[in-house]
């Protein structure tokens, strides 16, 4: 996981990464990745999912410039 994280952070060095494990005593675990530039946060299962959430995050600001 901290290979993807890293990852991450080299692609995007103006966010931040994490990640967040939801566990429960009966399973299954979940985990969710985490990114945040300033006011804007995203989330997903994996790290391509954040980067596909980044991307359209972009998309969206230029659109309303």
Known sequence: M??????????????SFGTVWTTAATGPDHRRVWGQQGSVLVTGRDAAAVREQIAHERE??????
């Open 60 to 65: 969206t600001a230029q659109e309303t410039r």
């Open 2 to 15: 901290s290979d993807e994280l890293d990852d991450l952070r080299q692609q995007y060095p103006g966010w």
